[in-house]
């Protein structure tokens, strides 16, 4: 149960970090042990059908505790990190009211951000779709590099955040100054006002653990089935356009279907990929001096862990477990 020691906000747990770090696994212990149910805040489990690559827990693995925003989306529905915010702040109000404990769970930085801080605002930007198509021809005519530097002209924090092959990130950041003529970074730099109760937990594992864990992940997709999972999808009538297939694995697979790779490198090459990515996940969150970390190392006692965060919580939130 929780006493509310401060009854103008309501808790909130966040449990962040890189991918392969082993999030979901702990958020539904602690879910288990606190009454709690659980929001996933990962871009990828939102759509239908892609399992095996957004790593999204069965059932069993759930182990009953209730699981928000997964399976929302189908493949081709637009989706943006605004309604994101609306969608996940609704089911932190449905759970509270519940009496339960939310946990916002994921690795998706900038969704959770804009979940907790009061201060996210998302800028209006009607005419979007025109200045998107201009910028998407000048991509799709070579001028990458071109875009990119003119991102980091008007907008060097964006740019420092966004992948210079990352089209999508690069045109929202350049369509948001065009129309309001401020950088997109300007609308989330007041100071972080939170208007949850918050506890922020990180885990991760040094470096060369987390890069094994990242390798043995893909292993698994790629035994139980990834390639299979985006025949599958694909056969209904998908395109490999979609949003969900520039995701991790599911990129690499789209192309190892149309013979840019083989197996072997389509794996190696989604290893790579995801290691960069844990290493600009890393970067974003620890910006945020409100997350506590805790470094994992395999091999450890698991319940230990579990006492460490539980401790921690019970301490901060003021929270006893009956």
Request: net charge positive.
């Given at each position: 149960m929780i006493n509310g020691c401060d009854k103008m906000l309501s808790p909130l747990v966040v449990i962040a970090g890189p991918t392969a770090a082993g999030k979901s696994k702990i958020a539904v212990e602690l879910a288990l042990k606190l009454n709690g149910e659980i929001i996933s805040a990962d871009s990828v489990q939102l759509y239908k059908y892609f399992n095996i690559g957004a790593a999204k827990l069965?059932?069993?693995?759930?182990?009953?505790?209730?699981?928000?925003?997964f399976d929302v989306l189908e493949p081709d529905e637009h989706f943006s990190v605004a309604q994101f915010q609306d969608l996940a702040r609704t089911k932190i109000k449905e759970i509270q009211k519940r009496g339960r404990l939310p946990f916002l769970v994921g690795g998706t930085g900038l969704y959770i951000q804009s979940v907790i801080d009061s201060s996210f605002q998302f800028p209006e930007t009607k005419g979007h779709l025109a200045i998107r198509k201009r910028l998407r021809g000048l991509w799709t005519a070579g001028k990458k590099e071109e875009l990119y530097q003119k991102l980091k002209a008007v907008d060097p924090l964006s740019a420092e955040?966004?992948?210079?092959?990352?089209?999508?990130?690069?045109?929202?950041?350049?369509?948001?100054?065009?129309l309001t003529g401020r950088p997109i970074s300007s609308y989330t730099q007041e100071k972080k006002k939170s208007l949850y109760q918050l506890e922020m937990i990180g885990l991760t594992y040094k470096r060369p653990e987390l890069y094994q864990r990242i390798e043995k992940r893909v292993d698994e997709m790629f035994a139980e089935g990834l390639v299979e999972e985006v025949c599958t999808i694909l056969n209904k009538g998908y395109s490999k356009e979609l949003k969900p297939f520039k995701t991790l694995g599911y990129k690499q697979v789209v192309k190892y279907l149309e013979g840019d790779y083989d197996l072997a490198e389509a794996v190696a090459e989604t290893k790579k990929a995801t290691r960069n990515y844990a290493k600009r996940q890393l970067t974003w969150f620890r910006r945020d001096d409100r997350i506590c970390w805790y470094l994992l190392q395999d091999g450890e006692d698991y319940h230990g862990v579990l006492e460490r965060i539980m401790r921690c919580l019970c301490r901060s939130m003021n929270i006893f477990v009956e």
């Open positions: 069965t059932l069993e693995e759930q182990k009953g505790v209730p699981h928000h925003l955040r966004i992948h210079p092959n990352d089209f999508r990130r690069i045109s929202r950041a350049l369509e948001v100054y065009h």
